[in-house]
T-cell receptor, first 112, second 111 residues
Framework: EPEVTQTPSHQVTQMGQEVILRCVPI?????FYWYRQILGQKVEFLVS????????KSEIFDDQFSVERPDGSNFTLKIRSTKLEDSAMYFC??????????FGPGTRLLVL | KQEVTQIPAALSVPEGENLVLNCSFT??????LQWFRQDPGKGLTSLLL?????REQTSGRLNASLDKSSGRSTLYIAASQPGDSATYLC??????????FGTGTRLLVSP
């Protein structure tokens, strides 16, 4: 059964450094998403991406964040200058329109 | 703004019991509702999706119902097993693509 995959599984970085989180969505899906979950809190929507552009973003997704689909398979989330409060589990998801969103296993990001 | 609440926050039952998890949402204008399972430190596994026009969905021992007008959904788990121990998350599709999640119910099924 096809799965969403994410790399790396864990990332430790220093405050102010740039990080890139990578995802490979399910191959025939058209909509891609990033969510995050701060430890002990709700899963929060960050951004959705369709047809090579952002279709919706939350207030969390400020200028420090960007997304890209650099080729036909990868979908990336870049945080330009990480802050302590960016420490969270980041989930990638994909789907066809308004159908079940399938989530990856997550990348645990720790900013020191 | 859509808010999703889940009760109880935690539930502990002996193996074999039937149980009900509750989810409520404040804005009934939803496209669908998904139930997920999350194991500690892991990703989200989709269990069931109910479209806004549907009343319930079943998968194995799981049955989810939706009452859109009252802003409520329930997840019924029959004959619970220790392997069902996990956090169960409810999420509504609010707007075009954004899932809004509840805080979850942490379930422990003891042998």
């Amino acid at each position: 059964e096809p799965e969403v995959t994410q790399t790396p599984s864990h990332q430790v970085t220093q405050m102010g450094q740039e990080v890139i989180l990578r995802c490979v969505p399910i191959s025939n899906h058209l909509y891609f998403y990033w969510y995050r979950q701060i430890l002990g809190q709700k899963v929060e929507f960050l951004v959705s991406f369709y047809n090579n552009e952002i279709s919706e973003k939350s207030e969390i997704f400020d200028d420090q964040f960007s997304v890209e689909r650099p080729d036909g398979s990868n979908f990336t989330l870049k945080i330009r200058s990480t802050k302590l409060e960016d420490s969270a589990m980041y989930f990638c998801a994909s789907n066809k329109e308004k159908e079940t969103q399938y989530f990856g296993p997550g990348t645990r990001l720790l900013v020191l | 703004k859509q808010e999703v609440t889940q009760i109880p926050a935690a539930l502990s039952v002996p193996e074999g019991e039937n149980l009900v998890l509750n989810c409520s949402f404040t804005d009934s204008a939803i496209y669908n509702l998904q139930w997920f399972r999350q194991d500690p430190g892991k990703g989200l596994t989709s269990l069931l999706l109910i479209q806004s026009s549907q009343r319930e969905q079943t998968s194995g021992r799981l049955n989810a119902s939706l009452d859109k007008s009252s802003g409520r959904s329930t997840l019924y788990i029959a004959a619970s097993q220790p392997g069902d121990s996990a956090t169960y998350l409810c999420a509504v599709l609010a707007g075009f693509q954004k899932l809004v999640f509840g805080t979850g119910t942490r379930l422990l099924v003891s042998p």
